[in-house]
């Protein structure tokens, strides 16, 4: 029998939450003595989930979804028992905005790569010539085997300089807020670089390798989940069902020492903790402070972090002269806007925003405008009306606009990441054996990626543990 034994998780986003929830249901089926505690620093839970109810509209200040095909997401909402709860993403025309112009997104574009000629061949995304570079995919040769590479090196290697910046560029980094050019593709889209040491060309590995569209004799469902109440009702559920989790808020972990076979926390309240594992799942940058005498830690520091804000704003119908029928809009990186994509709230998610009214909700913060995000609220709300009167011809003034900024809080997988993050776990393995490092700082940022890195961490305890 196993002997009875403390488990820290020091992090309450939704990597430590999913951590905490399937830590306990193990606990409970195996019967096992363990007691777990929840440490989160702030005085909320969720971390960059956060749900503003305004006016009748439902406003989301971080993610507004995750991705429907990723499983461990939709696994746990139906264990929670919501998945009633759940709603699709209205679909629609997206577009994207290409020398002060909206242009529509082509069919058959896969993040931006093309998979069909025709679409392409007709779209004003392109100058002919980009169109020929892009078509070159056809005919290179594929790349040399590397360990690593840049995003943007990858893609323009491909496809040349205009299909990146024009149509690549804001697709990818406004999923990681990042510099494709400094992004690691084997930490962010290994699945392209197999595509093209198997198959040589992209565009003909993508064709070989997607499955066809399913028939659903009209609308193609949504890509995208939320719930209908807002995604903070996934953190309110999971906190919930922590019956036999102890929470703490406003509690952060200010340093840890190894003591023998335990570690010893000293926490932010003045009050000590003892455990026997500690799950990491705060973010990578706090750990070169908490372990301040572990040299190996201070690798994390080599790990940037970017900052981005959003702005919601709420409008009565009659205020946007140019309705545009579609989901929303990136912005190519050659543009002079300061927005790097708008959403179309009240059409991609209709049931945030009450008849007769428009929710808009643009983002700010490219890696080279970081200062935006420091601006104050009517600042960064002027900057992105400015903008977008570019496009819609919004004749008023929102009837209220609510800004979320998120400082610190992307963190940039550059080239080598997945080799720097190896070797800090190993030697972690080696040097505080116990402590386990998770979240989104590490192995994907999205919400399936990070609820199913807090399971997987679960396993890799129990096993340390049992």
Same mark, same amino acid.
């Given at each position: 029998?196993?002997?009875?034994?403390?488990?820290?998780?020091?992090?309450?986003?939704?990597?430590? %939450?999913?951590?905490?929830?399937?830590?306990?249901?193990?606990?409970?089926?195996?019967?096992?003595?363990?007691?777990?505690? %929840?440490?989160?620093?702030?005085?909320?839970?969720?971390?960059?989930?956060?749900?503003?109810?305004?006016?009748?509209?439902?406003?989301?200040?971080?993610?507004?979804?995750? +991705?429907?095909?990723?499983?461990?997401?939709?696994?746990?909402?139906?264990?929670?028992? #919501?998945?009633?709860?759940?709603?699709?993403?209205?679909?629609?025309?997206?577009?994207?905005?290409?020398?002060?112009?909206?242009?529509?997104?082509?069919?058959?574009?896969?993040?931006?790569? *093309?998979?069909?000629?025709?679409?392409? %061949?007709?779209?004003?995304?392109?100058?002919?010539?980009?169109?020929?570079?892009?078509?070159?995919?056809?005919?290179?040769?594929?790349?040399?085997?590397?360990?690593?590479?840049?995003?943007?090196?990858?893609?323009?290697?491909?496809?040349?300089?205009?299909?990146?910046?024009? #149509?690549?560029? *804001? #697709?990818?980094?406004?999923?990681?807020?990042?510099?494709?050019?400094?992004?690691?593709?084997?930490?962010?889209?290994?699945?392209?670089?197999?595509?093209?040491?198997?198959?040589?060309?992209?565009?003909?590995?993508?064709?070989?390798?997607?499955?066809?569209?399913?028939?659903?004799?009209?609308?193609?469902?949504?890509?995208?989940?939320?719930?209908?109440?807002?995604?903070?009702?996934?953190?309110?559920?999971?906190?919930?069902?922590?019956?036999?989790?102890?929470?703490?808020?406003?509690?952060?972990?200010?340093?840890?020492?190894?003591?023998?076979?335990?570690?010893?926390?000293?926490?932010?309240?003045? /009050?000590?903790?003892?455990?026997?594992?500690?799950?990491?799942?705060?973010?990578?940058?706090?750990?070169?402070?908490?372990?301040?005498?572990? /040299?190996?830690?201070?690798?994390?520091?080599?790990? *940037?972090?970017?900052?981005?804000?959003?702005?919601?704003?709420?409008?009565?119908?009659?205020?946007?002269?140019?309705?545009?029928?579609?989901?929303?809009? @990136?912005?190519?990186?050659?543009?002079?806007?300061?927005?790097?994509?708008?959403?179309?709230?009240?059409?991609?998610?209709?049931?945030?925003?009450?008849?007769?009214? @428009? +929710?808009?909700?643009?983002?700010?913060?490219?890696?080279?405008?970081?200062?935006? @995000?420091?601006?104050?609220?009517?600042?960064?709300?002027?900057?992105? #009306?400015?903008?977008?009167?570019?496009?819609?011809?919004?004749?008023?003034?929102?009837?209220?606009?609510?800004?979320?900024?998120?400082?610190?809080?992307? *963190?940039?997988?550059?080239?080598?990441?997945?080799?720097?993050?190896?070797?800090?776990?190993?030697?972690?393995?080696?040097?505080?054996?116990?402590?386990?490092?998770?979240?989104?700082?590490?192995?994907?940022?999205?919400?399936?990626?990070?609820?199913?890195?807090?399971?997987?961490? @679960?396993?890799?305890?129990?096993?340390?543990? +049992?």
């Amino acid at each position: 029998m196993a002997k009875n034994k403390n488990i820290v998780i020091a992090g309450g986003g939704i990597t430590g %939450l999913s951590a905490a929830y399937y830590l306990q249901k193990q606990i409970k089926e195996k019967n096992l003595p363990f007691t777990v505690q %929840l440490l989160e620093a702030s005085d909320r839970l969720g971390g960059k989930i956060k749900t503003k109810k305004k006016d009748d509209y439902i406003i989301e200040q971080g993610p507004d979804s995750f +991705l429907a095909r990723k499983e461990p997401a939709v696994k746990l909402a139906k264990e929670l028992g #919501l998945e009633d709860d759940l709603i699709r993403n209205g679909t629609g025309q997206s577009y994207i905005l290409v020398r002060n112009k909206l242009h529509k997104m082509p069919s058959g574009a896969f993040m931006g790569i *093309p998979t069909q000629a025709k679409p392409f %061949l007709f779209s004003g995304i392109l100058s002919m010539k980009g169109k020929l570079r892009a078509g070159a995919d056809y005919v290179l040769p594929k790349g040399r085997a590397v360990s690593d590479q840049s995003l943007g090196g990858f893609f323009r290697r491909r496809f040349g300089n205009e299909l990146v910046e024009n #149509l690549i560029e *804001p #697709l990818l980094s406004g999923i990681y807020a990042g510099d494709i050019d400094d992004m690691s593709l084997m930490a962010t889209f290994p699945n392209f670089y197999n595509l093209e040491q198997k198959h040589r060309s992209l565009i003909k590995g993508l064709q070989e390798t997607m499955p066809p569209p399913k028939k659903t004799g009209g609308k193609k469902p949504g890509m995208f989940f939320s719930f209908k109440e807002g995604l903070e009702v996934f953190v309110k559920e999971i906190e919930k069902k922590l019956d036999n989790v102890k929470v703490n808020v406003n509690t952060a972990v200010d340093h840890i020492e190894k003591k023998g076979n335990f570690y010893h926390l000293l926490l932010s309240n003045g /009050e000590a903790a003892k455990a026997d594992a500690i799950i990491m799942a705060t973010p990578h940058y706090t750990l070169p402070k908490i372990f301040s005498q572990y /040299e190996f830690l201070k690798t994390l520091n080599e790990i *940037p972090s970017t900052s981005v804000a959003n702005v919601a704003m709420a409008f009565d119908k009659s205020a946007i002269k140019k309705d545009i029928d579609g989901t929303g809009f @990136v912005v190519s990186r050659n543009s002079d806007y300061r927005i790097t994509a708008c959403t179309w709230t009240h059409k991609k998610w209709p049931s945030t925003t009450p008849d007769g009214k @428009v +929710l808009l909700r643009a983002y700010v913060g490219r890696p080279n405008d970081q200062e935006v @995000v420091n601006y104050s609220d009517e600042e960064i709300t002027d900057i992105v #009306l400015k903008d977008l009167r570019k496009t819609m011809k919004i004749k008023k003034k929102p009837e209220f606009s609510v800004v979320s900024r998120w400082k610190n809080a992307m *963190p940039q997988y550059t080239v080598g990441h997945n080799e720097r993050i190896s070797a800090i776990r190993e030697e972690a393995a080696r040097s505080i054996p116990g402590v386990f490092l998770t979240g989104s700082s590490y192995e994907g940022v999205g919400i399936p990626d990070c609820i199913g890195q807090g399971e997987q961490t @679960v396993r890799e305890v129990l096993a340390y543990l +049992l």
